[in-house]
């Protein structure tokens, strides 16, 4: 009888349960007992992939580049060609010019005589010096032709000397000497002038 009171008084035992293995840690014990994930603790796997990344931004930048310098050398390559084609015969151009010189003096210079005595002949030369200047213009030469009392422009002209002249201003062009010749937008040469240095009483 007194061992079945005893048995019936005994106080019931608590017993821990077994940890899920798959149960959420809201609470972050894991981490704290040591339980951190493989990715974080610098693994191999995590070394290689951001060595792939590191490579791949390497290869990337290369990339980029080669192609800012291939698209450039395109544009310089461009730019070349169209110089080549507006600018190539402009030694040509500056080697004719002489030639273009002497003909319009021979045909300036001519007087009436000598016109009614080789009329066929000054007559050719005109037609000649009309077709250098065609073809100059072809090829996108055009002559600058200043005349007397123009200001003059550094940019076009050049000043072969100065004087005072009556009736002028300081810096009119007082006599002509040769035209300049202009290839697309770039000055062949400059028209060679005489200026004007002060008004002279």
Do not use: C, W
């Not at 000043?159 to 005072?164: G, I, V, Y």
């Not at 040769?178 to 697309?184: A, E, K, V």
């Amino acid at each position: 009888m007194t061992q079945a009171k005893n048995k019936d008084h005994e106080e019931p035992t608590e017993t821990s349960a077994a940890p899920e293995t798959g149960a959420p840690d809201p609470e972050g014990n894991a981490a704290r007992n040591g339980a951190v994930p493989p990715e974080t603790r610098g693994s191999p796997e995590l070394d290689e992939v951001e060595a792939l990344r590191a490579e791949r931004d390497a290869f990337r930048d290369r990339f980029m580049r080669a192609l800012a310098d291939a698209e450039n050398s395109r544009k310089r390559g461009e730019r070349d060609r169209r110089e080549a084609e507006q600018y190539g015969g402009s030694r040509l151009a500056r080697d004719l010019l002489p030639v273009y010189d002497a003909m319009r003096r021979a045909v300036e210079t001519v007087t009436d005589e000598q016109r009614e005595a080789a009329r066929a002949l000054i007559e050719g030369v005109e037609l000649t010096l009309r077709e250098l200047v065609h073809v100059f213009r072809k090829h996108g030469i055009e002559p600058v032709t200043p005349a007397v009392g123009d200001p003059f422009d550094p940019k076009l002209h050049q000043a072969m000397f100065e004087a005072p002249v009556s009736g002028t201003k300081a810096g009119e062009i007082i006599q002509v000497a040769s035209d300049g010749f202009m290839l697309h937008d770039r000055l062949l040469r400059p028209a060679q002038v005489g200026v004007s240095s002060s008004v002279s009483g």
